[in-house]
């Protein structure tokens, strides 16, 4: 398969990385989409994300979202955009031509993957559905994502990442007994959902590497989050305890195994929190000499299983302890100790002061075209020969048609022009 | 059908980092064999229990972790034990641990002393911080990772008297484990091409901190720092309350207001249906909306009568949410339209009827206990090689023989021995 260069792009290129030979026709957008194909696209893929010219590719919403780097704004400029996009190239096909259908389809013919993260349907009405995509490329991978997948009664009902974590579990399983649930104060399982989606397009390559077969994947975002439980859901399916009971969720102090202590305790400062974990009665006993107070060498912690039985009283004690400690210093020394503790970090602490962080290049700089270099996420992992590399910013809307269009698909730059000015592009 | 990794040998270190690594790649297909010491893996000992008594064999964390592996015992602290590891990671494709930076290298199982042995071979670690970082020794849990990796800054209450929240389950091992598999099949690609073997290094912390969402990316663009809210996402100013108690005690999300006028329309249908427009004067509001030819949620605060108009539209779904049933609130909003949700918890959607029609709910033998038990299945259909919950947890030392007793025949005609 050919791949589509950019000039003055050698040192990228030159870089070996590990999907340099993948191809994926993109057709998603928001994180639980965008995310899956911007992991690739740092591993390599060549990412080609098709966008709608009519309504300037606003179905993402994240296109022309804030936040912004300056006092500028537009459907270029949304800095949550620029974060899942990275590395990626951007087209715009008009679907509702014939003639942009059949120029979508010729795109396919040169891909190995179709992915969306539409609600289910669309495909099919858009002309490309699985039946459709088949046609076009017989060992064609196509990957479908959204809330409940294509099959069953809510198939077609709409989500967003609050709502699959509201009905996965996720939701309830983060709270205190007697109060609502607390859930999660981001969108986890776009994250996860896009993280799921990634893995489903490598496993069906896998399985083509293997035997020529193209196939379709249907994912659930609901079900990527039903899968996160799985003790939860075993202690209510084998034992017959639901989560849903008095005294539950507790999950600060909930802990599979279980430890005493275990939470998020106050630390001097304003709204300054540390969160320790003795796992067992080595860390505790480091712990009270951390602490060198009477009440922490008093037999009753002594255990494990003391502990735990007495941790509401422990939890009183050691957070007396803490609120006098600087968060910082109270989470080195005990984890100098050998006692597992952090400090609750804030975006600028873990982004910015953590020496970890720096070492691991965490948040690579990326060249925008508009929004110029942002600092954006990069990838948990590092791969001995073929690492990831995010040096591009998101493409602008059509970018890369000339390029796409041109380079990849033949067209001659005479006919580019004219399906533009037609409206097919 | 067999699963899209079928023939990937994978040898597992049990650790409760790597796990779920390991299950991953084992409801796909790949032979996973997770190598234990001879009196079992910790994870053995987590609860919670089958009746809640401890024991081998009663682990449910273990029993969700190694669904779809073989397991087998080795001694890593004798010669033969490692040697007969060497021998099986020989004849592997990817081998994945969880141990502390360091520990593998004292038995000559890193990467560096495997790679003359199996040049292709896939080696994946996961460990807190990484394999070489300035913090690479330090302890922690899957919640201290939650507190350096910035999930917990991001959960809690409205109240800040009230500690961060940790989401249940282990979700920053979850979050490891979800990159190292990403990771390891592009490598695995990257090997069907070129045939080379590569390290790779999973920072779980570093996975976590950039599975944030706009808590990054608000301070990577503008130097925005969001703050934590009860049951919505945490933002850098106040945003309205999304959660409502219904009429059975259990909550929803009311996800997002209408911002058509046709979704005005039809909540205004709604309210008028369920007989609540006597307690809902601003039913004229939404009445307003839906006359329009377009809601500009950009004049809300501006414009007095499109800022009544889009609070009408929030209070009407608190309004109807409050008086009806939780599931019957999202199957009425969903089914006009609105992106609403139950907030189950996790045995409820087990029992869901859409969960159960999919057939996520998977039925394990165990045929020691003569007892079949539901779990929680995979969440993709691959129509050409499906992925599956094949077979309970393994046993201890369950296919020792199955798997050591052909090594060893292996071994001695290959004359391959410790290092």
């Given amino acids: 398969m050919t791949t589509v260069t950019e000039p003055g792009d050698e040192a990228l290129t030159a870089a070996r990385r590990p999907l340099e030979h993948i191809r994926i026709c993109d057709l998603t957008g928001q994180l639980a989409g965008a995310g899956s194909t911007k992991a690739l696209a740092a591993l390599g893929a060549e990412v080609i994300r098709v966008e709608d010219p009519v309504r300037k590719g606003r179905w993402d919403i994240l296109r022309g979202a804030p936040p912004f780097v300056d006092s500028r704004r537009g459907l270029d400029l949304g800095g949550g955009f620029n974060n899942h996009n990275t590395e990626k190239k951007g087209v715009t096909i008009n679907l509702r031509t014939p003639r942009g259908k059949a120029l979508l389809r010729d795109l396919i013919r040169q891909c190995d993957v179709v992915a969306e993260n539409f609600a289910a349907g669309v495909m099919e009405r858009l002309g490309f559905g699985w039946e459709e995509l088949q046609k076009i490329r017989t060992d064609i991978i196509y990957v479908s994502h959204c809330g409940f997948g294509h099959t069953g009664p809510y198939s077609r009902y709409k989500t967003w990442g609050p709502i699959v974590q509201a009905m996965s579990g996720l939701t309830f399983t983060s709270g205190l007994p007697e109060q609502e649930p607390a859930g999660w104060g981001f969108s986890y399982m776009d994250h996860t959902g896009g993280y799921y989606m990634a893995i489903a397009m490598l496993l069906a390559i896998a399985h083509r590497n293997r035997t020529g077969e193209g196939q379709w994947v249907d994912l659930s975002c609901t079900e990527a989050g039903a899968t996160l439980h799985g003790p939860a859901i075993l202690d209510h399916s084998v034992n017959g305890r639901p989560m849903r009971r008095a005294e539950s969720p507790e999950s600060n102090r909930q802990n599979w195994p279980a430890m005493a202590p275990h939470g998020v305790y106050p630390a001097k400062g304003e709204d300054r929190w540390v969160a320790i974990a003795c796992r067992d009665d080595a860390d505790w006993h480091a712990c009270a000499e951390v602490i060198d107070l009477s009440w922490a060498r008093d037999n009753r912690f002594a255990e494990r299983g003391s502990r735990i039985a007495k941790r509401e009283a422990l939890d009183a004690l050691l957070a007396d302890w803490t609120r006098g400690e600087e968060p910082f210093a109270l989470a080195d020394a005990l984890a100098g100790a050998g006692v597992p503790a952090a400090v609750v970090k804030s975006p600028e602490e873990r982004i910015d002061l953590d020496a970890n962080t720096a070492e691991w290049e965490l948040f690579p700089v990326a060249e925008h075209r508009e929004m110029g270099r942002v600092r954006v996420d990069g990838l948990g992992v590092h791969l001995s020969e073929t690492d990831w590399q995010i040096d591009r910013g998101a493409p602008c809307l059509g970018e890369h048609n000339e390029q796409v269009f041109g380079d990849l698909l033949g067209l001659s730059s005479d006919e580019i022009e004219e399906m533009r000015a037609a409206g097919d592009i | 059908m067999p699963g899209p990794l079928q023939g990937v040998r994978v040898i597992e270190l049990a650790h409760e980092r790597c796990c779920f690594l390991g299950k991953l790649l084992a409801d796909a297909g790949a032979d996973v064999v997770v190598v234990e010491p001879p009196e079992g893996a910790a994870q053995r000992g987590h609860e919670p229990f089958l009746d809640d008594q401890p024991g081998l064999e009663r682990s449910l964390s273990w029993w969700h972790y190694n669904t779809s592996k073989r397991g087998v015992t080795l001694d890593l602290a004798s010669e033969q034990g490692i040697g007969q590891l060497r021998q099986l990671l020989a004849g592997a494709d990817v081998f994945i641990d969880g141990e502390a ?102 920072n779980i912390n570093a996975c976590c901190n950039v599975t944030t969402e706009s808590g990054s990316y608000a301070w990577l663009v503008s130097g925005a720092v969001v703050h934590r809210q009860t049951g919505r996402h945490a933002a850098a100013r106040p945003t309205s309350s999304s959660q409502v108690r219904c009429s059975d005690g259990r909550y929803v999300n009311t996800g997002v207001p209408p911002r058509t006028p046709k979704e005005f329309r039809s909540l205004r249908d709604w309210v008028l249906e369920l007989g609540l427009q006597d307690e809902f004067p601003e039913l004229v509001f939404l009445e307003m909306a839906m006359e329009l030819e377009y809601v500009d949620q950009g004049k809300i605060g501006v414009d007095d009568a499109v800022t009544a108009m889009c609070a009408a539209g929030r209070d009407a779904l608190v309004l109807i949410a409050s008086r009806l049933p939780a599931y019957d609130f999202f199957r009425g909003g969903q089914d006009r339209g609105f992106s609403v949700g139950v907030i189950y918890s996790p045995e409820e959607v087990m029992d869901d009827l859409h969960f159960r029609d999919r057939g996520f709910p998977t039925a394990v033998e165990h045929p020691e206990l003569g007892a079949s038990f539901e779990y929680p299945g995979v969440p993709y259909r691959l129509n050409g090689s499906p992925c599956e919950v094949s077979r309970r947890a393994p046993l201890l030392g369950e296919h020792n023989e199955e798997v050591l007793g052909r090594l060893d025949d292996e071994g001695a005609a290959s004359g391959s021995s410790p290092a």
Avoid: C
Wanted: hydrophobic share 40%; net charge negative; aromatic share 8%.
């Fill in chain 2, 101 to 202: 930076p360091g520990r593998l290298a004292q038995l000559g199982l890193d990467y560096l002393s495997l790679q003359p042995l199996n040049p292709g071979l896939l080696m994946v670690s996961l460990t807190p911080y990484g394999q070489s970082g300035p913090e690479k020794e330090r302890p922690a849990t899957d919640l201290t990772l939650a507190a350096s990796g910035g999930m917990l800054w991001m959960n809690g209450y409205d109240d800040h008297s009230i500690p961060p929240i940790r989401g249940g389950g282990n979700q920053s091992f979850h979050t490891g484990a979800h990159y190292a598999m990403m990771a390891l099949l592009a490598a695995l690609l990257y090997r069907d091409e070129h045939g080379a073997g590569q390290f790779i290094d999973v």
